[in-house]
Nanobody
Framework: QVQLVESGGGLVQAGGSLRLSCAASGRTFSNYAMAWFRQAPGKEREIVATISRGGGSTYYPSSVKGRFTISRDNAKNTVYLQMNSLKPEDTAVYYC????????WGQGTQVTVSS
């Protein structure tokens, strides 16, 4: 059973930065393309970044492209999300999972961006 543990969220002013981490255990992490998702109150969960198994290929929707950077360390079974130039609309609970979610969701980490 894979466990996903997200961390690194917090309260930040608009224009600030945060770095999220997601530690995975229980499976060979490097076998999976990974992704970060977010869910704001009253909205559906949406994808914000994906990364291939080896880390050489990434994808971002237009809403975060140029501001967010996903990376991974397969030796540490960890995926990261560097978030810069944060906006109030980035406020959400952030989760990681495989790019097509197949693991049990973790508790997520709250990101709040004040204006």
């Amino acid at each position: 059973q894979v466990q996903l543990v997200e961390s690194g969220g917090g309260l930040v002013q608009a224009g600030g930065s945060l770095r999220l981490s997601c530690a995975a255990s229980g499976r060979t992490f490097s076998n999976y393309a990974m992704a970060w998702f977010r869910q704001a109150p009253g909205k559906e969960r949406e994808i914000v970044a994906t990364i291939s198994r080896g880390g050489g290929s990434t994808y971002y929707p237009s809403s975060v492209k140029g501001r967010f950077t996903i990376s991974r360390d397969n030796a540490k079974n960890t995926v990261y999300l560097q978030m810069n130039s944060l906006k109030p609309e980035d406020t959400a609970v952030y989760y990681c999972n495989t790019d097509v979610p197949s693991f049990k969701w973790g508790q997520g980490t709250q990101v709040t961006v004040s204006s």
